[in-house]
C-alpha cells in the first residue's frame, strides 16, 4: 500500500505574447529585410542598451524602447 503524500502546487501566471504576422511583399517593397524588421521590434518590446555613463564609479545603462506598448502600434 502506498503512503499518501502532500502535493503542493504552484499557481501559475500566464505570460503574455506577441504574435507578428510580417507582409514578405510589401517589405521587400520598401527594401527591408527580416532581420532589420525583427530587429526594430526586438528593441521597441524589450529595448537595447546603446551606450553607457560613468557615474559615481559605476557605468549606468542608456536603454533606448517604447515605454508605451501603444506606441508601436
Known amino acids: 500500500m502506498r503512503e499518501p503524500f502532500d502535493l503542493q502546487l504552484e499557481p501559475q501566471l500566464p505570460i503574455r505574447g506577441v504574435q507578428i504576422h510580417y507582409d514578405r511583399q510589401l517589405q521587400s517593397g520598401y527594401g527591408l529585410t527580416m532581420a532589420a524588421i525583427?530587429?526594430?521590434?526586438?528593441?521597441?518590446?524589450?529595448?537595447?542598451?546603446?551606450s553607457q555613463v560613468p557615474e559615481n564609479q559605476?557605468?549606468?545603462?542608456?536603454?533606448?524602447?517604447?515605454?508605451?506598448?501603444?506606441?508601436?502600434?
Not at 38 to 50: P, R, Y
Not at 58 to 73: E, F, K, M, R, Y
Open 38 to 50: 525583427s530587429e526594430v521590434v526586438e528593441t521597441a518590446l524589450n529595448g537595447q542598451v546603446v
Open 58 to 73: 559605476q557605468l549606468i545603462n542608456i536603454t533606448v524602447g517604447c515605454t508605451s506598448p501603444h506606441a508601436i502600434i
